[in-house]
């Protein structure tokens, strides 16, 4: 529970900085930036949030009842355009899993990299 309060109050402040800063992104966006940030600064170990983020993860069904809901209430809408919908959503689908292979790939190719480069200045 506390990681996943820590995780919401990342939001908040991300949000608090969004309007406080007048930036153009979500602050769902600034908040992965600054967790990221963090991550990779070495100020958060993956292990104190790891729980709180697959809780979320696994709960994630949840976030998106809203939007079952607003199919249920426009069926003239899905009757018309469900193709369109359902094109948009598989497209997109596909894009973000194309982009996270790519970063993915990049990014194990990049600690590679640095592995070997401490390695062979441990070498030296």
């Not at 993956?46 to 709960?59: P, V």
């Not at 607003?70 to 359902?86: E, F, K, N, S």
Request: proline fraction near 3%.
């Amino acid at each position: 529970m506390v990681q996943v309060l820590a995780l919401s109050a990342l939001w908040v402040l991300a949000d608090w900085l969004r309007g406080r800063l007048g930036l153009p992104l979500p602050a769902s966006l600034l908040g992965l930036l600054v967790l990221a940030a963090l991550l990779f600064g070495g100020v958060v170990r993956t292990g104190w949030i790891r729980g709180g983020a697959d809780w979320l993860l696994g709960e994630m069904l949840l976030f998106f009842i809203p939007a079952v809901l607003a199919v249920v209430q426009y069926p003239d809408l899905v009757r018309h355009d469900g193709w369109r919908i359902c094109a948009v959503i598989g497209c997109s689908t596909v894009a973000v899993m194309v982009v996270t292979a790519l970063v993915v790939d990049r990014v194990y190719r990049l600690e590679l990299m640095l592995a070997r480069r401490q390695r062979e200045r441990h070498h030296v």
